[in-house]
Each structure stands twice: as C-alpha cells, then as structure tokens.
C-alpha cells in the first residue's frame, strides 16, 4: 500500500498547537478534495452500507407485510389503540390449573410436558376483537391461551381458538380480510362491497364464513372447545415425525344460546358465567391430537377429513380465575411458536406472523398504562 | 523507552475481524426480523439469540486483551487533527460499550418479558432479570435505540477506517490487518 511521507508515526509532534490543529483541519478537507476519486468511492460504500441496512429493515418497501402493519390493522378495527391491552383478544380473564397426561402421548412426542405428573398451567380466556370493552352478545370468536410450565423443564404455550381453521393461510390473506373487515370511519361499519370483493377472491374465507355459519356458539368458555389453529410437528421418541394439531375439547356439556337470549344478558355474562362457573368446582377440557394423512393441506384456512385418527394426550383442570393483574397471565406472550422440544414448528406459514405479531403487540402495550379491564378486580376457586 | 506497537496484537486483529462480521450480521439479522411476519422472522430469532451470546463472551474477551496489552492499540498517526483523535478513541469505546450492552439487554429484556432464552437449539439461558412489563418496554426500546447508535458509530468507523486507507494513505488500517 503507497503510503504518503506524513504517514510516519513521530511521537514527538505536537499537534495540539492550536495553531496546528487549525492548519491540519483544513487539510483533512483538503485532503478529500485533493482526492475526488477515492473520496466518491468511500462516500459510495458508505452509502451503500446504509442501504443495504435499510432494504434488509424494509425502509424501501413500504408493501412489506410488517408486525407493525399488522398490529396497526388490528387497532384500527378496535376503533383505535385501547392503550395496556392486547392488541387483539383483548377482553380476557386469567385462569390457573394444571395438566396431566395420558401415557399414550408420550408415545408420539418426547416432550417433557408429556412424561411424569401432574403439571401446573397458568392461562387465559378471551374474545378475538380488539375492543377490550366489547359487549358479549356481539362477540362470536373465543380463545383459550395456555402457559404449562413444569418445573425445571421446557414450556410450553399456545393460544388456540374456538373457530374452525382459520379465514386464510397465510399472513397476507389474513391482512386483506383485517382490511377488509375494517369499519368505515363515517358509517361505523365495514363496507360491505369490499367484502364481498374479498370474498370473491378468497374461497377459504368463503368457506370459514359457512362453517361459522354451520357451528353454534358455545354457551360459555367452560363448555367451549378450543383448536390449535395451526399445524405442529410432534416428534415421537423412535424419530417419527408426525404433522398435528389438537384441540382442548369440554368435559362440560355442550349447550347454546340464541341470540335473544345472548342480547338480553349483561355485557360481560360469558366472563361472569365463567366465573360463577369456577365457584362451582373444577372445569376440565381434554388435549387431543389430531393425526394428518400424507396430503393434508397445512393450511390454517382448511380443515381436515374428520375421520382422521385422534390422540387423547391429556386433560387440562382449570380450578381459579382472576382478572388480569401484574404477575398473573396479563404480562404472558401467548406466543404459539415457544415449544419444548418434541413439539415443532410445522411449515404454516402463519406460526412465524402470529409469534412476531404477538411480540409487537407486547412491545406496544408493555410501557403503556394499564387501564382496569371490564372484567375487573374479580376471581373465584382456587387461581 | 519501548517502541510503539506498528499493529494491533494478533488476537486484537482476529476478535476485530470475527466481530465486525458477527456484528454486522447482528444489525442486518435484528433490523431484518422486526420487519417482517414472514417465516424468515421464526427463523432469524434465535440465530439473533445464540450470535449475540457469542457477542458477549467475545467483546469480554476482547477488553480483557486490551487491558491487559495497554501498549497494543498503536498511537494514532501524530499529525492526525485532535478531533478525529478524539473521535476515534470516543467512537472506540462507545463501540466496545454498545457491543458489550446490546446483547446483555437483550438478555435482560427477554428475561423481563418472561421468555425461554434458548441459544444453539438447546441451551437454556437463565433469567437474569425479575419478570416485569414496564422493565421489559425500556430495555425494549433501549435494545432498539442503542442498535441504531452502534450502526452510525459502525458507519463512522467504516468511513474513518477508509479514509485512512485511501486518502492519509497512513497505516491506521494496516495497524488491524
């Protein structure tokens, strides 16, 4: 490499001469002036370092589907952002438990959660919008999320819902439906042409509305049935790898309200009923595993034949709630994606969107206030 | 007297070299997941996770050499401005800093968050921070803000390093090679 004759170290210079400092200053400038060749070529790689960061953080492609963009939808459809609270599923209670499995299950995953004794699980009930103050009657969509910890052993989360499947499969036609479901700022209400225009478009949204349709809603949270939404890969102790989903199905009787009977509750009954409920005793759902044939779609937005072979790996026991308070499940990020191992990640594509939007959601609401929820300040049994 | 040092010592110029690389790749890796709800995000995350636990146990190792070698760094060329000297040795140690800060707060966020750290596919890491919401939003934004701090000071130095190379044509850069 040429090196310049001024290059030299020489300890015995004083460049803190005021005078020389100035001398010199000027001649770093001078020095790139001198050079245009060599400083347009630095100013280039600068440049294109920088660019490169800002294709990679998406600063250049303003359609890249984002968790931000994602959550932002959400608060627009709960008429804005309800400052503390989930971005989505808002309304909820938490709940504390435990789980036992079944022998047969450690048969198809090695996970921890399946070997030995009783567990303990902390979790959550919940209605899908984003309006943590939405009336009961209008809410059609519940979730259960769970946390089961064993001590000294890997967890396990989840966050499954009482829909079946999902109106889309991947992240983006789970976007346009937000948008497209979005109500209008002037009428309140989504504007039904664009609906339709997504529907037209979308035959899995089509057919999730008919099954919605088809399926009557569970009189409360005890007697619901909850499904993993997604598929997972379950890996059995002799390496067999095996595409499931499962689903937390009610010990409790199944039982349905008409909609009068709904409309003329109180705005909170499910989360009252639910917690009458607990006072009364223990509620118990089963965890069972759903088995894919070769060929079934992993697809959120499609369900399986129903003769697929099932798995009763274990039973949940739900024995206290309480509403959501620092400690409890209010702080969990029911971020499906944390699994222990023998329980992976499948290739749909929504795993991967719902555990980045859960965090951005998280981030949001993790420094903001906490205002009380409509469920607040109760509990029954023993959380 | 004994002679400065004409280059860096060898595993001063070896740590540079791997953590400019793993560091680099950390900016990209950490603006990239956030950006994004794609596949690449699950598969990014604890790639993120387990390079900056490498981070930590490198920039550890990589002080304990500069402390214990003071007459390693060589003297910046004597008739170098006193304000890029003192940009430089600035920039140095707010470099060594962020380094060092940025995956500890990582750390410490996901244990205030309540999260598995899982590093290698395996290893977990312990809690190092009491669970707690308000705890994890500071560090959380701290993780974002010191990010962008380390990528102008990486930039900075970048652009410094070159032009010494290319323009003083002196033998700063050669002093690392």
């Given at each position: 490499?040429?090196?310049?004759?001024?290059?030299?170290?020489?300890?015995?210079?004083?460049?803190?001469?005021?005078?020389?400092?100035?001398?010199?200053?000027?001649?770093?400038?001078?020095?790139?002036?001198?050079?245009?060749?060599?400083?347009?070529?630095?100013?280039?790689?600068?440049?294109?370092?920088?660019?490169?960061?800002?294709?990679?953080?998406?600063?250049?492609?303003?359609?890249?589907?984002?968790?931000?963009?994602?959550?932002?939808?959400?608060?627009?459809?709960?008429?804005?952002?309800?400052?503390?609270?989930?971005?989505?599923?808002?309304?909820?209670?938490?709940?504390?438990?435990?789980?036992?499995a079944t022998a047969v299950?450690?048969?198809?995953?090695?996970?921890?959660?399946?070997?030995?004794?009783?567990?303990?699980?902390?979790?959550?009930?919940?209605?899908?919008?984003?309006?943590?103050?939405?009336?009961?009657?209008?809410?059609?969509?519940?979730?259960?999320?769970?946390?089961?910890?064993?001590?000294?052993?890997?967890?396990?989360?989840?966050?499954?819902?009482?829909?079946?499947?999902?109106?889309?499969?991947?992240?983006?036609?789970?976007?346009?439906?937000?948008?497209?479901?979005?109500?209008?700022?002037?009428?309140?209400?989504?504007?039904?042409?664009?609906?339709?225009?997504?529907?037209?478009?979308?035959?899995?949204?089509?057919?999730?509305?008919?099954?919605?349709?088809?399926?009557?809603?569970?009189?409360?949270?005890?007697?619901?049935?909850?499904?993993?939404?997604?598929?997972?890969?379950?890996?059995?102790?002799?390496?067999?790898?095996?595409?499931?989903?499962?689903?937390?199905?009610?010990?409790?009787?199944?039982?349905?309200?008409?909609?009068?009977?709904?409309?003329?509750?109180?705005?909170?009954?499910?989360f009252d009923d639910f917690?009458?409920?607990?006072?009364?005793?223990v509620i118990k759902w089963?965890?069972?595993?759903?088995?894919?044939?070769?060929?079934?779609?992993?697809?959120?937005?499609?369900?399986?034949?129903?003769?697929?072979?099932?798995?009763?790996?274990?039973?949940?026991?739900?024995?206290?709630?309480?509403?959501?308070?620092?400690?409890?499940?209010?702080?969990?990020?029911?971020?499906?994606?944390?699994?222990?191992?023998?329980?992976?990640?499948?290739?749909?594509?929504?795993?991967?969107?719902?555990?980045?939007?859960?965090?951005?959601?998280?981030?949001?609401?993790?420094?903001?206030?906490?205002?009380?929820?409509?469920?607040?300040?109760?509990?029954?049994?023993?959380? | 007297?004994?002679?400065?040092?004409?280059?860096?010592?060898?595993?001063?110029?070896?740590?540079?070299?791997?953590?400019?690389?793993?560091?680099?790749?950390?900016?990209?890796?950490?603006?990239?997941?956030?950006?994004?709800?794609?596949?690449?995000?699950?598969?990014?995350?604890?790639?993120?996770?387990?390079?900056?636990?490498?981070?930590?146990?490198?920039?550890?190792?990589?002080?304990?050499?500069?402390?214990?070698?003071?007459?390693?760094?060589?003297?910046?060329?004597?008739?170098?401005?006193?304000?890029?000297?003192?940009?430089?040795?600035?920039?140095?140690?707010?470099?060594?800093?962020?380094?060092?800060?940025?995956?500890?707060?990582?750390?410490?966020?996901?244990?205030?968050?309540?999260?598995?750290?899982?590093?290698?596919?395996?290893?977990?890491?312990?809690?190092?921070?009491?669970?707690?919401?308000?705890?994890?939003?500071?560090?959380?934004?701290?993780?974002?803000?010191?990010?962008?701090?380390?990528?102008?000071?990486?930039?900075?130095?970048?652009?410094?390093?070159?032009?010494?190379?290319?323009?003083?044509?002196?033998?700063?850069?050669?002093?690392?090679?």
């Open positions: 490499m040429p090196r310049a004759d001024n290059s030299r170290s020489n300890l015995d210079a004083h460049p803190t001469q005021l005078g020389g400092v100035r001398a010199q200053s000027q001649n770093t400038w001078g020095l790139l002036l001198r050079n245009p060749i060599q400083a347009i070529a630095i100013g280039i790689v600068l440049v294109s370092v920088i660019g490169l960061f800002a294709y990679v953080g998406g600063y250049l492609s303003p359609h890249r589907l984002s968790p931000k963009r994602m959550v932002d939808a959400f608060e627009e459809i709960g008429g804005g952002a309800h400052q503390g609270f989930r971005r989505a599923h808002a309304k909820g209670i938490c709940i504390a438990g435990s789980f036992q299950a450690r048969s198809l995953s090695t996970a921890t959660i399946f070997v030995g004794s009783s567990l303990p699980v902390i979790g959550r009930f919940a209605e899908s919008a984003p309006d943590p103050y939405a009336s009961d009657s209008t809410q059609s969509v519940r979730s259960m999320a769970l946390l089961l910890r064993p001590r000294g052993a890997p967890e396990w989360r989840m966050a499954i819902n009482d829909t079946s499947g999902l109106q889309g499969s991947t992240p983006q036609e789970f976007y346009e439906n937000l948008r497209a479901s979005t109500p209008d700022r002037q009428t309140g209400k989504p504007d039904p042409k664009k609906i339709a225009v997504y529907l037209e478009t979308h035959p899995e949204a089509v057919a999730f509305a008919a099954r919605m349709k088809a399926k009557p809603l569970a009189s409360g949270f005890a007697n619901d049935s909850y499904n993993s939404i997604d598929g997972f890969i379950f890996v059995a102790p002799d390496g067999r790898r095996r595409l499931v989903r499962w689903s937390m199905q009610a010990e409790d009787p199944f039982a349905t309200l008409t909609l009068e009977e709904r409309k003329s509750r109180s705005s909170n009954y499910l917690l009458a409920r607990v006072a009364r005793g089963r965890l069972i595993a759903t088995l894919a044939m070769p060929g079934d779609p992993n697809r959120a937005g499609q369900v399986w034949p129903s003769d697929r072979q099932q798995v009763d790996m274990g039973e949940l026991t739900i024995t206290g709630a309480e509403s959501e308070a620092p400690g409890n499940c209010r702080d969990v990020i029911f971020d499906p994606l944390i699994l222990p191992p023998g329980i992976e990640p499948s290739d749909d594509p929504i795993l991967s969107a719902r555990s980045a939007v859960y965090s951005e959601s998280f981030r949001r609401r993790s420094g903001e206030r906490h205002p009380l929820s409509a469920v607040a300040n109760r509990s029954a049994g023993s959380p | 007297m004994m002679q400065p040092a004409e280059r860096f010592n060898l595993p001063a110029r070896f740590l540079h070299w791997v953590m400019a690389a793993l560091v680099f790749a950390m900016l990209l890796m950490g603006i990239g997941m956030v950006s994004t709800v794609s596949p690449r995000y699950h598969l990014i995350l604890p790639i993120h996770r387990s390079i900056g636990t490498i981070v930590i146990v490198l920039v550890s190792v990589r002080l304990i050499n500069r402390i214990m070698n003071p007459r390693t760094p060589p003297p910046l060329p004597s008739d170098l401005p006193n304000w890029q000297k003192m940009l430089a040795q600035w920039s140095h140690w707010l470099l060594y800093t962020l380094m060092f800060l940025l995956p500890v707060i990582g750390w410490s966020m996901l244990s205030a968050a309540d999260e598995p750290i899982v590093i290698f596919g395996s290893v977990h890491l312990p809690s190092i921070v009491p669970p707690n919401a308000r705890v994890f939003a500071l560090l959380r934004l701290a993780h974002t803000a010191f990010a962008f701090v380390l990528f102008a000071t990486f930039i900075t130095h970048l652009g410094a390093a070159l032009f010494h190379a290319l323009i003083r044509r002196d033998n700063v850069l050669e002093s690392m090679l």
